[in-house]
């Protein structure tokens, strides 16, 4: 039997399984059923009934995954948004017992029924949903895992914003380092003014000190003339010439 023969029988025999199980009638177990399948198709029971919830599901995959952060955040990057994740031993249990297929499973349509509802819930936020699967442990707890991050819309608002303020705070940094260049340049025209003065005064002092050492100094005959004429005006201010 093919696989998709294989996955029609699994359907019609799980829809009569509910159908016994709801009307209390007698009949093929579905354990027996299960099991006719499975030989029918040259399989085992367990993976027969993998393959129908594959045919039911998509991605199903058979793995234990811890109950820990990073386990879930593992498993979490790994799914694509339909998948669903099973411990051997849960889908051993589910295989041979119909109240637990029909328990886990209701689980599992759970999770993929509410993603409508929570994706409309969350865009009237703002918001955007993304579902990633359903994983059921070990102990046979079930973890929903999903993720919820802004809208499309929203984030290119954000981007536009933050790409604002980069071009705000740019423009002031490039105003703020035109401001510090003119005032260094300022700043530099003072010290030369500074400097000039300052080396003018210097120069100044030094001319002076300069002058104050000049000796003067004569020859014979212009001192013996200055003596002559010194000596002439003390004799007319003493009434000796006249």
Known sequence: MS???????LANMYQYANRTQKAGTSGASFTEQLQKTGEAADMSKVDAY???????????RIQ???KDKQSLDR???????????IAP???????????????????????FNATPRLKAQF?????????????????GSVTYIGGCGDSPERVAEVNAINKAKREKEAAQRK????????????????????????????FLSIRTMDTSR?????????????????????????????
């Open 3 to 9: 696989i998709s023969g294989v996955n029609g029988a």
């Open 50 to 60: 993998t393959e129908y919830l594959r045919s039911k599901y998509g991605n199903v």
């Open 64 to 66: 234990s995954v811890g």
């Open 75 to 85: 498993a979490g990057k790994s799914m694509s948004g339909s998948d669903v994740v």
């Open 89 to 111: 031993n849960i889908l051993e249990q589910m295989a041979n017992d119909p109240e637990k297929a029909a328990y886990y499973e209701g689980k599992i349509d759970d999770f």
């Open 123 to 139: 865009a009237a936020q703002g918001l955007d949903y993304q579902p990633c699967g359903v994983v059921v442990h070990e102990d």
């Open 175 to 202: 105003a703020g380092m035109e401001r510090s260049q003119e005032a260094a340049e300022e700043r530099k025209e003072q010290l030369e003014i500074i400097y000039k003065q300052k080396t003018m005064t210097e």
């Open 214 to 242: 000049v000796t003067y100094t004569a020859t014979p005959e212009v001192l013996s003339s200055a003596i002559t004429a010194y000596e002439q005006n003390i004799m007319e201010a003493s009434g000796i010439l006249k």
